[in-house]
């Protein structure tokens, strides 16, 4: 009873301390004096959102950059995101990853899609922002200049740096990514030959203002000569929005006309110009050059109806939808350790350290550290190219065929033939296989060629940073720190010549009788020299283990290899 008294008084007490703190804050004010509140923002009913999810693409746009873009939107959806923000901070990156994540923005349940252009969305991302439904931007952000282009991956070398396309070739890697951008346009509201001007040479803009509405709006060379040139009625009118025109970087600013049929465009809704609406409109300024890639500031991108207003942070872009909820969905760790993993220089060093580990483990078999370090090296160069879609089972195959191949050669047939050139040829491919992908957007393109010549240059660098590597250790391997615990000696010193001797590689030998008996010179584990009389040979311990000093026997014997085994009581009764 008195514990029961006891709480009781004791809820009771709280009840009033909670009571007395409420009453206190109401009447920190007067209260003839009402609180003063911000009037909430307006926000169009389209753009509201309660649960705003925030993607970033940071960085260069990659196959790495598509997939967790995808994952992350997929994310969104289940989680109940009502609007989504893709914060961009890029300066580009591949064209069919590009296209893909148009595709899933477009495919998206979400509708509500927002580009935040935060500072510079150049390339690849102005592609990206203008598949969204609007596109914000911060105080200094940049946002276009998005032609394709071809780089060559050795910069600096004759032909490297950037390159200029043939013209088919140009038309062929230009077409969808100028579908994309006029079907965005005019999906989105976004005038369409603005940001074809990101994409293509030969597009002329002016801004122009309508009299009698004070609308702005932008018009073409085509629509400039309608409204201030000396067309009449007899001229005939512009082209239709499927005909551009653009410079050849080869042809030396020679203007051509390309024909550009798309599949599903929407309907474009920009305002036809006639000769009628010639005295109507006041010319203010020409917002696009033909001989330029159009790239815009956030003036610029504002004042051609692109971006609809200035969002500084996250508190800002959370007043923009009206929403409750912002939270950002950023790339994972893994996703950072797949893009690592998967850069040209990364997979460089992997293929040197597969190299050198598979070198140091067959100059001292049987310890397994090295081989273990190749095994992990190899590991590291694979997975990340399957977890990316990157590569396929055959690159494996390709590259245990060869790896096999190259051990036939070595230990079964020696001598420098068929089996080990077949190896070398297969493990090659099979490494840049891993290295290049399984294939780009348009075969035998100037990007694919690229990465095949980035990949080549990329795994001759590693074979000859190995080999020079491998003549280092072989040189040093009784003396370097950690390899020369690679080493099993004996607790008696051995001489340098003769542990210099033991690491040479193999030669064809005289040939000696099957029975001789000699004595080791080196620990056999299970290579090394033996002594048959005058005579020091390499040998080969097939049975047992032999430390130096050990009697031996010859099992087997040929100009290229020496096998012995171990005399022990059990057959020593055998020696001749």
Known sequence: MHLLRLLIL???AVALCVCGVAIAQDTTAPASTPAVTSAPRAVPAARQATNVAVITIHGAIDNVTADSFERRLKMAEEQGADAVVIDLDTPGGSVPATLDICTAIKRSPIANTVAW??????????IIAVACREIVVVDYATMGDAAPIAISPLPGIVGGGLQSLPDTERAKILAPVLAEVTHSARLRGYDERLVESFVTLGVDLWLVQEDSTGKLMLIDQEEHDVLFGSATEDAPAPPGRNEYKFTSPDAQGEVFDEEMKYVDLPPSERRAITIADKGSFTQIEQAVRADRLTTLKTDGLIRYGLATEIVRDDDELKDYFGATNVRRVNRTWSETLVRIMRSFPVMGLLIAVFLIGLFIEMMAPGVGLAGGVAVIALVGLIAPAFLVDAAGWWHV????TGLGLIAVEIFVIPGFGVSGIAGLIVLFGGLLGIMVGTGGLFPGSQQQQNDLLYGFATIVLAITTACVAGYFVSRKFGTLPMLNKLVLTNEAPVDQVSLLGAMAPAKPEPTLQVGAVGVAETPLRPSGKARFGDELVDVV?????????????VIESNEFRTAIEVITESNGSDTA
Do not use: L, W
């Open 117 to 126: 252009v935060n500072p510079q969305a150049y390339s690849a991302g102005a």
């Open 10 to 12: 004791t809820t009771i």
């Open 541 to 553: 311990c097939d049975i047992g283990i032999a430390e130096r000093g050990d009697p031996v026997r």
């Open 397 to 400: 195959a390709a590259i245990i």
